[in-house]
């Protein structure tokens, strides 16, 4: 099976303009989980979409949001980019609803930079 | 979800074995402890989950003392290419939230 795929793998923007990044898990997962990965804050739990629904949301500005489709493939948007923005932006899968159970596999990530 | 402390860093050389200790005093009774490698600008890759003593898999081992308070990851002789940053997160029932530490950065010298 193919990996979880992001796209684009780099980003460069300006301050006050937005971004959107693409993630598709794996075939058959149903979980899209995002991360913000930063050297100062290290890896935090942006938000989780299941069956198209946010399960859960971290403790992020409402400048950051995401959406999940109908095929599983998911987006987040981030707007009035801050330089602080910059960072590496993880998206996993998993099959189900639980980590206990569930094993989550990681994308490569998508490196944004904000100037 | 339980807090975690492990080591910053650990240093050791190709061949050995490597134990790294996680404390996690608030674990619930319904949660796991999971151990996740990281390489530089890559995701985060899964090791191992276990809920109780030991598992072991293609890769580690993972114990678990039975007041589940901490755990050790161990990677038997290790190479260069375990050089990564670990992290050892404590998973609840329900819910796909990832809640990362710190991890430890393993320095692998020859």
């Known amino acids: 099976k193919a990996g979880v795929t992001q796209t684009p793998r780099y980003l460069i923007k300006t301050r006050g303009q937005q971004v959107t990044l693409s993630c598709s898990p794996i075939?058959?997962?149903?979980?899209v989980s995002w991360y913000q990965q930063t050297p100062g804050q290290g890896l935090q739990f942006l938000f989780e979409?299941?069956?198209?629904?946010?399960?859960n949301k971290g403790n992020f500005p409402g400048r950051f949001s995401g959406r999940q489709f109908s095929n599983s493939r998911s987006e987040m948007n981030v707007s009035t980019l801050e330089l602080g923005d910059s960072a590496l932006y993880l998206c996993?899968?998993?099959?189900?609803?639980?980590?206990?159970?569930?094993?989550?596999?990681f994308g490569p990530g998508t490196r944004l930079t904000v100037l | 979800l339980a807090k975690t402390t492990q080591p910053i860093s650990m240093d050791s050389y190709e061949g050995q074995e490597v134990n790294i200790t996680c404390s996690h005093n608030?674990?619930?009774?319904?949660?796991?402890i999971t151990w996740y490698q990281q390489f530089p600008s890559q995701g985060p890759r899964f090791i191992i989950q276990?809920?109780?003593t030991k598992v072991t898999n293609e890769v580690a081992s993972l114990f678990i003392p039975a007041d589940r308070k901490s755990s050790t990851l161990s990677l038997p002789r290790v190479s260069l290419s375990d050089t990564a940053v670990y992290y050892c997160?404590?998973?609840?029932?329900?819910?796909?939230?990832?809640?990362f530490g710190a991890g430890t950065i393993l320095r692998v010298k020859s």
């Open positions: 276990g809920y109780k």
């Open positions: 979409y299941f069956s198209e629904t946010q399960r």
């Open positions: 996993a899968s998993s099959p189900g609803l639980s980590a206990s159970t569930d094993t989550q596999y």
């Open positions: 075939s058959g997962h149903r979980s």
């Open positions: 997160l404590v998973v609840g029932e329900y819910g796909n939230k990832l809640v």
């Open positions: 608030n674990i619930a009774t319904n949660d796991y």
